[in-house]
């Protein structure tokens, strides 16, 4: 246990003792989010990025661990564990260098080489091996064994070659030089299979593309191995750049570690076919899987990477508060959704207009939203950004301009993406049984303006389409970060107990389905929660998730005004004891910041509550419940900019980043088609991630660079002095706007059929939309 902790410590760059403690608060079975707001003294400061990275490795570290063990068990059961092979194992430090070390152990079918050495041909083996002045061909005749298959000298040498070509691939130290090699000089050469060029024309970029193995970016990696998979694509790993004496290199390294060498002796010319046959056979195609394997493991973890912080940025973006809201779905032939909800988030009433073709109702449309705003009070209109949005934001413009001039509106275009999965799911049928499934996705519309992290987290995260190749991805290691993104979020921003949705307090720290229901159940029965303790008469809600959860729930207007805080429970008693050295209230002193200030930490540190943790908490009695996301901003899409027709170059926009990927930013802007902003064009700095710049929900400026209507594709730049390329049949297109366009995404359609091009990069995700 300690070589983990010891690892992993170095690793978050943490002591020893900050790992071993952190484990064994989870072992005990805290959360990472309650670990991280409510454990500082005994992690000493870890936060909830070394925390995740924590129980990650924890869990890799363990199953190496086991498997370890398994290993030295099954070898020392075969009676060939020696001092140095245990040394060896004990000491590797992955399951690949594992594995490498155990294979000549391993239980396999019965092979060539295994049928040579039950027909006694290992001592010939060895003999030639040790011995190469001996004649293989004079030497093989006293190993003939009819019975055995072995009828002449060539079978016989035949079957000393597999014994050797056997001994040689499962060296271990052999396989460590030979992927060190690889790793370092190995390029990856992608070729078309005949006869697929019209079927996989979304792969063109890669009909013919060699690239260094180590330097692939994990978007193309992942749309190689899409091509590949749809039968489009051939891979081959080749050993070294230069191809003709790549395959040569590694049969030399194979000769070297054993150290034959060919001086003109009887059995070199055997000893060297047998090498040959190594590598051509054995180890390069089963080091080829395994490093192909290796860059698809490595793509897959940063493109749940990517999706992770693009979600985080997602649930984090500023809710526009919570105020009476017209919701619109936009749509043509079958109209545009309308329904109102209350600051609640409850639904008020619903219809449906066809303001547009073929109906074209404008007017009557217009009349029947100017009576609902002022039915409703409402303050916020929620515009779809689908089909018809720019249309739909023209009659919601009309509409504000009819109300009272008092009655002031704010109109905003809301991202759909993920809307019809809640608006078809088990839950909105439970909370909307009587309402048409496209109605019940306006509301989420309407909701996820108000607060975006309480109606998105009752979308799988996977469909809310912020991600780059999410569905090539190991679907179990997606999952398991973007739950733990969502939790960190929810936790982050905190839970009012008397408001939230099952769902939501279901992402509470220490809760789960069940629990959430139950205190849904309960809130519906007795009213609404007055003081944190009541939570312990939940059924089933014990101490322990009371303990994690109690935190994060809070309470406005109760009977405590600190359970309206973060604060947690466990230390009123502390704010009791401040309280009472200062003779004051609680009401005194929150939001007192004159007086916390000079508040001195440590003349109230104990054995229970440190500095760090008292800190937190005069903090938090300074603002209590402070929402850590930021101010509400939304972009202002430009009048007669519609569609993609619509578009010139050099013309300038607002917009909304809605996805962030290795390469650059996809930009709403308007046109329902996301233009690209490529990493080049972000600022005049160089960047190595386009993270360091902007993110999901971001509002910026940006210039059309480039427009191909016919494939949908839209160049943009975030660097007001670039000028788009004059176009010219005599002149190509710059490295990098070619890239960019090709890297633009194309028309809204399922993931799974989304396009993988790229000169520079892959094709970019397909936008879920709704």
């Not at 991280?36 to 995740?52: F, H, N, S, V």
């Not at 049928?115 to 190993?143: S, W």
């Not at 309206?564 to 309280?579: C, G, T």
């Not at 170059?649 to 962030?660: A, K």
Request: charged share 25%; aromatic share 6%.
């Amino acid at each position: 246990m300690s070589m983990i902790v010891n690892q992993i410590a170095a690793e978050i760059a943490a002591r020893p003792e900050q790992v071993s403690a952190t484990i064994k608060l989870l072992e005990e079975g805290s959360t990472v989010p309650f670990i991280a707001r409510y454990r500082k003294e005994i992690t000493g400061g870890l936060d909830d990025t070394q925390l995740r990275h924590l129980e990650q490795r924890l869990t890799y570290l363990r199953e190496l661990e086991d498997r370890r063990q398994v290993i030295l068990k099954t070898i020392d059961e075969q009676g060939k564990l020696s001092p140095e092979l245990k040394q060896d194992i004990l000491a590797a430090d992955n399951k690949t260098r594992l594995e490498d070390l155990y294979l000549p152990y391993k239980a396999k079918r019965r092979t060539k080489g295994q049928i040579a050495i039950e027909a006694g041909i290992a001592p010939l083996a060895d003999a030639l091996l040790q011995q190469p002045t001996l004649n293989p061909q004079q030497a093989a005749l006293a190993y003939i064994n009819v019975d055995a298959g072995f009828a002449d000298e060539k079978a016989v040498l035949d079957g000393a070659k597999y014994i050797l070509m056997e001994r040689f691939a499962e060296d271990a130290n052999l396989l460590a030089r030979l992927r060190q090699h690889l790793a370092q000089h190995a390029v990856l050469k992608s070729t078309l299979v005949a006869g697929k060029e019209q079927e996989g024309a979304k792969f063109r970029d890669y009909f013919s593309h060699t690239e260094s193995w180590k330097n692939i970016p994990s978007h193309r990696a992942l749309a190689m191995f899409r091509g590949r998979n749809e039968g489009v694509l051939q891979l081959q790993l080749i050993p070294d750049a230069n191809e003709e004496t790549a395959h040569s290199l590694c049969e030399q390294m194979v000769a070297s570690h054993f150290q034959i060498k060919d001086e003109g002796r009887a059995a070199d010319g055997f000893l060297r076919t047998a090498v040959q046959w190594t590598w051509k056979v054995k180890l390069h195609l089963h080091l080829e899987n395994d490093l192909l394997g290796e860059l698809r493991e490595k793509a897959e973890q940063e493109a749940i990477k990517v999706f992770a912080r693009n979600l985080k940025d997602l649930l984090m973006a500023a809710p526009a508060g919570m105020r009476n809201t017209l919701a619109l779905d936009p749509g043509l032939r079958t109209g545009v959704k309308v329904t109102a909800i209350d600051e609640t988030g409850k639904l008020l009433s619903q219809t449906t207009i066809f303001p547009h073709a073929p109906q074209n109702l404008w007017d009557k449309s217009v009349r029947v939203l100017a009576a609902l705003c002022q039915q409703h009070k409402i303050e916020l209109i929620a515009i779809g950004n689908g089909t018809a949005s720019r249309e739909t934001d023209k009659l919601a413009a009309e509409v504000m301009k009819l109300l009272p001039e008092q009655h002031k509106i704010q109109k905003v275009m809301v991202s759909e993406a993920g809307a019809s999965v809640y608006s078809a799911s088990e839950l909105a049928a439970l909370e909307f049984p009587n309402l048409d499934v496209s109605l019940r996705g306006a509301v989420s519309i309407g909701r996820r303006l108000q607060d975006p992290l309480a109606e998105l987290v009752k979308i799988e995260p996977k469909a809310i389409g912020v991600g780059q190749y999410q569905h090539d991805v190991n679907q179990s290691l997606l999952t398991k970060s973007l739950d733990g993104v969502v939790e960190d979020c929810v936790n982050a921003v905190g839970v009012d107990l008397n408001t939230a949705s099952a769902p939501l307090l279901a992402r509470v720290a220490g809760l789960n389905k069940t629990l959430a229901q139950n205190i849904v159940v309960y809130r519906d029965t007795n009213g609404r929660f007055n003081e944190r303790k009541q939570l312990l008469k939940v059924p089933r809600l014990g101490p322990k998730a009371y303990e994690q959860a109690a935190g994060f729930l809070k309470i406005n207007n109760g009977t405590n005004p600190l359970d309206a805080s973060s604060v947690h429970p466990e230390a009123y008693p502390l704010v009791e004891k401040i309280l009472s050295a200062h003779q004051k209230t609680v009401e005194q002193i929150i939001g007192n910041s004159s007086f916390l200030k000079d508040i001195d930490a440590k003349a109230f540190a104990d054995e229970h509550f440190g500095v760090p943790t008292i800190t937190d908490i005069l903090k938090e009695l300074d603002k209590p419940g402070r929402d850590p996301r930021p101010e509400f901003k939304t972009a202002s899409f430009k009048d007669g900019v519609e569609t993609l027709k619509d578009l010139k170059p050099g013309m300038l926009l607002e917009g909304v980043v809605t996805n962030v990927t290795n390469f650059g930013a996809f930009v709403d802007i308007g046109v329902h088609q996301d233009g690209l902003v490529h990493i080049s064009s972000l600022t005049d700095k160089f960047v190595s991630d386009p993270h360091q710049v902007v993110k999901a929900g971001d509002v910026v400026k940006v210039k059309v660079l480039d427009v191909e209507v016919e494939r949908k594709r839209i160049a943009l730049t975030m660097r007001m002095d670039e000028q788009p390329e004059p176009k010219s049949q005599d002149k190509a297109p710059t490295q990098r706007h070619q890239s960019a366009r090709a890297a633009a995404p194309r028309p809204a359609k399922p993931v799974d059929n989304n396009a993988a091009m790229g000169n520079a990069f892959a094709d970019a995700f397909a936008k879920l939309k709704k």
